[in-house]
């Protein structure tokens, strides 16, 4: 439980979504071994969101705080794609759909 909740994410750079897939193994290793009792979906989410590297909290924060914690990770991962996409000079991936990133995370895309 301890290394969950205080999992190191080395929010800068590359492998944040390395990172994020580790910690989301811990939590998966734990919920098979004790149920998920000990962490709500809210305390995960409170977790990756406030750990999250500056720009991408920013986005999480201002999200919707009733979103459930697989869209929450949907939206890590479209976001830290999209970016390194741009940096990259490439288009990112929804933009070739014509809709937002956050559409795309609800419709299940």
């Not at 990756?48 to 009733?66: F, G, H, K, T, Y």
């Not at 390194?84 to 929804?94: M, R």
């Amino acid at each position: 439980l301890h290394r969950i909740l205080h999992f190191e994410f080395h929010s800068e750079g590359d492998g944040y979504l390395d990172r994020v897939n580790e910690w989301d193994l811990l939590c998966k290793s734990y919920a098979q071994q004790v149920g998920h009792g000990d962490l709500s979906d809210e305390v995960l989410k409170s977790i990756l969101i406030n750990s999250a590297p500056e720009p991408l909290r920013v986005q999480l924060q201002v999200a919707d705080p009733s979103l459930p914690l697989h869209i929450v990770r949907e939206i890590i991962d479209r976001l830290v794609l999209s970016k390194e996409a741009w940096e990259k000079g490439e288009q990112p991936p929804d933009a070739a759909r014509g809709e937002t990133m956050e559409v795309a995370v609800v419709k299940g895309k």
